[in-house]
């Protein structure tokens, strides 16, 4: 079985406050007599589900086509969380084995969220969890919410743990109906350079 984690791209799609918004321009119509239909789009590389590059936060840092795609492809945890706004903690996840775990994907109520509501509040990472995991042998983490760190986040203390501990990360998965379990997850970036992110089409297959 497939789940389709991807949240859909439309013109209506929530975006991060002050981001672009995805517009599609027709520049051919089959219906006006062209021999095909052609578009042209314009989206911000953290339009939906996307990947962080990280060149997102430092000046040096990959664009999406140097990023590690095998952390993007392979098995993968999805694990539920009740906190709905502030900084998961490793104490959050004191009564889950994660031992095993290389990429984990956490789900909180954000999922149940539609494509065009802008998630108030959020859970993010931190530091210490970063840390945790990363001890453990996690390469991936992705989320439901908008960002690894708080919104009003100047700093980006999460995201630059990240890059420190060579881990990568997927923000704005959907993960509604997903039950927690093990999954083998495809969340391939484009091949972009000189960009600071890109959108994915990510989905989770149940395993043998």
């Known amino acids: 079985m497939i789940y389709d984690i991807t949240r859909t791209v439309t013109s209506s799609l929530a975006v991060w406050p002050g981001d672009s918004h995805f ?13 095909v239909n052609l578009t042209t789009l314009t989206l911000s590389a953290h339009t939906g589900t996307h990947i962080d590059a990280y060149y997102h936060y430092t000046a040096d840092g990959d664009h999406p086509a140097t990023m590690p795609l095998d952390a993007y492809v392979g098995k993968a945890r999805v694990v539920s969380v009740d906190k709905r706004d502030g900084a998961l903690m490793p104490a959050d996840f004191s009564n889950r084995d994660l031992s095993d775990v290389e990429r984990l994907l956490i789900r909180s109520y954000v999922s149940s969220l539609p494509d065009d509501q802008w998630a108030e509040e959020f859970p993010y990472l931190s530091v210490e969890l970063i840390e945790w995991l990363s001890g453990l042998g996690v390469r991936l983490i992705g989320l439901d ?12 203390p999460c995201h630059h743990a990240l890059k420190r501990h060579k881990m990568v990360n997927i923000e704005t998965l959907m993960l509604h109906n997903v039950p927690d379990n093990d999954y083998e997850l495809i969340a391939l970036p484009l091949k972009l350079d000189h960009a600071c992110g890109s959108p994915i089409r990510a989905i989770l297959k149940t395993l043998d």
Do not use: I
């Not at 708080?150 to 980006?156: F, I």
């Open 23 to 35: 517009s599609l321009q027709q520049m051919l119509s089959v219906t006006k007599g062209d021999a």
């Open 145 to 156: 919410s908008p960002s690894v760190d708080a919104l009003n986040s100047k700093d980006l």
